[in-house]
């Protein structure tokens, strides 16, 4: 059952400051695009985000965007942020982290990679397949659709309080 839990828990991805990941001892994010950067489908990152990606950038905390989405949708977005990506990435499957990771040039090693997402099914299992830190967001607006209702529902059913309690939220 632990591969569904995420290592941390963290309200916004701008939450995320580079003094906090520094003293994590992460030195690279594996990012997510819907519902974590940006509304599900939005082509413009949420607000805050362009300014928190630079300063991470900034800091020397290396970035590569992963997404399940097609290169139709993740490359204009990635590109207007600066950040490499990796689309089609396949999550849950570590394909496609394993793609980031090769990109950076890294190694994997929990503790030094995380892989930041919004769900359950796809960016915590995809990273704790792969053995790196995961930190899962809180999503930034409920999805309509049926399929994401469902996924929804199933991660309410895995994160109960008693769990969530257990799991270090950053600030």
């Known amino acids: 059952m632990a591969i569904f839990y995420p290592d941390f828990l963290v309200?916004?991805?701008?939450?995320?400051?580079?003094?906090?990941?520094?003293?994590?001892?992460?030195?690279?994010?594996l990012l997510d695009v819907d519902n974590t950067l940006t509304?599900?489908?939005?082509?413009?990152?949420?607000?805050?985000?362009?300014?928190?990606?630079g300063s991470l950038q900034q800091?020397?905390?290396?970035?590569?965007?992963?997404?399940?989405?097609?290169p139709q949708r993740v490359a204009p977005f990635a590109q207007a942020l600066g950040v490499p990506y990796?689309?089609?990435?396949?999550?849950?499957l570590p394909k496609g982290y394993r793609q980031a990771v090769e990109l950076l040039g890294m190694t994997l090693a929990k503790g030094q990679v995380a892989a930041v997402?919004?769900?359950i099914f796809t960016d915590i299992?995809?990273?704790?397949?792969?053995?790196?830190?995961?930190i899962m967001v809180t999503e930034i607006t409920p999805e309509r659709g049926r399929f994401f209702r469902l996924k929804r529902w199933l991660e309410r059913r895995i994160m109960t309080p008693k769990r969530m309690g257990r799991i270090p939220h950053i600030q």
């Open 39 to 53: 509304t599900h489908n939005n082509p413009h990152p949420y607000e805050g985000v362009t300014r928190w990606i």
């Open 11 to 29: 309200s916004k991805v701008i939450a995320l400051t580079p003094q906090a990941l520094h003293t994590m001892g992460i030195s690279a994010l």
């Open 86 to 92: 990796v689309a089609n990435g396949a999550k849950p």
């Open 125 to 134: 299992i995809g990273g704790n397949l792969l053995g790196i830190t995961t």
């Open 117 to 119: 997402g919004d769900q």
């Open 59 to 70: 800091a020397g905390i290396a970035l590569v965007i992963v997404s399940n989405n097609s």
